[in-house]
């Protein structure tokens, strides 16, 4: 008798969190989760659609248009039997120039279109184009008239990126203060909106504008869902359920390549991808709010509703004792000494040392992983299906990183991660033309390694750092790391200068990274720190 007595007063006794719950009563993945994880699926398939840029705005071969040979707007043909008599060939590429032409012995001379004689033009001389001619119309280069107007094209890619910077105070505002589902609902709508709004720009400028404000507004729709997600989830399911949800993001890009692939018109294309998005705001009714935040918020009316419907969903019963710890948390009494984190950061060399480096990481592995599938487009002809490919080979990346962080460590799997990295990138330099399909297995080799880096990213940056400064430098590292996507959409233009320049840059950052990561210790099977003394002793 006194055994179980002292059982019960044990167990009354143990800090019950809901990390405990849900290990010992409700379930740690039950079909409560797993309906929420496949519910939260598709607007984290949704938020793969800010990249629709790299169709929206894909570069199109162009030439510049000659008016002495009849050609009157950008719609003549692009490839006319005469072509090389008026625009230079580049014999390398055995393609036509793109910004020039030969300068007319004969200025204002009028030919026909089907008759363009070669001395019409001056061949020892040049001059830039005064209008252009496009081998297609499905993208805004051609609406908006932007030949060799490359940074202004490649400006829509880098607006968008720093939309998703701008978006996290904001979502993070709102998620904090009105709830995980008022959060995902606010993007949810401003996706869609200005989502919409983009296929009826009437110029650039207004396609730019629309641009910055959807992601501004609305790309805070992959932090939502994925909190939402992971926060219902038990301890042991963490790692599985973040590679989940990161490819639940990685099939949404393989489902943007393939509606583009089927659906060429820009506009046509904007419309197809972001009305379906509204359909989403029906979650105001299907999802319960996030039991941790209403825990933390003191909503426990709310919260018991939910725990109920949780235990209800996976056949489990919360017991009368966690119930009422849960919902009738101990007083906490602050420490009425702040404690600086700037102060602490440059007190320790060792936390000093970390946030100079785990920033870097985030920013390379960023940098990288947009930048392979923005100039995944120029390895072939296939724009659609070199695109599809190179964000396919992701999701195997994402669960690599869950079956080699417990088995290999933290430190191996971001090392060999960003080497294999670089090692590809700069493989692929060298390797001739004519050897496609070795350059694309290398190709993709590069995107599969820097993949399973950013699925292991969230898990050892948060380890090595203490709990009291947990969440504010992880935030800090991802918030710098948002500088990757930003500069990334702007590496195809490098190309002008140096076929190999971008994946150079690649190749650089990535051995820089790896080489940092071993400055850092091995957190395996190490306790989560709680305080700076225990994370410096790691």
Known sequence: MAINTSESSDTIEKNIDLDYVLVNELGQFGRFQLKYICLIALPLMTAAFFSDYVFTAAALPQRCRIPECGERNKSAVFHPEWIANAIPVIEEESELASCERYVSVYPGYNSSVLDCPIDLFDHSRTKKCDGFVYGGDNSVVYDFDLGCEEWLRSLSGTLSSLGTLLVLPLVGFI???????????????????FGISKAFSVNYTMFLILQLLETTLGAGLASSAFIFG???VGPK??????????SAFALGEVLLGAIAWLVRPWRTLILTLYIPVFLLLSYHWILFESVRWLLAKQKYDEARNVLENVAK????????????????????????????LIAFIFRSRVLFRRVCTTPIWWMTTTFIYYGLSINSTSLSSTIYLNYILAVAVEIPGFYSAVLTLDRFGRRKTLCCGFFISAACNLAFIFIPLDLSILRLVIYLGG???????????????????????????LGFSSMVGRIGPVCAPLTPLLTAYWHGLPHTIFAIFGALSGLLVLTQPETLSKKLPDTLEEAEAI
Do not use: C, W
């Open 175 to 193: 998620s904090d203060h009105f709830g995980r589902r008022m959060a995902l609902l606010f993007s949810v709508f401003n996706t869609a909106l």
């Open 237 to 246: 399911y963490r790692v599985v359920t973040s590679a989940t949800l990161a």
């Open 447 to 473: 995107k599969f390694s820097i993949s399973l880096v950013l699925a292991s990213l969230y898990l050892y940056t948060s380890e090595l750092y203490p709990t009291e400064f947990r969440h504010s430098l």
């Open 230 to 232: 992971a926060e219902l």
């Open 313 to 340: 969903t996976n056949n489990a019963v919360i017991s009368a004792t966690s119930m009422d710890a849960l919902l009738n948390p101990p007083t906490i009494i602050k420490n009425s000494e702040q404690r600086s």
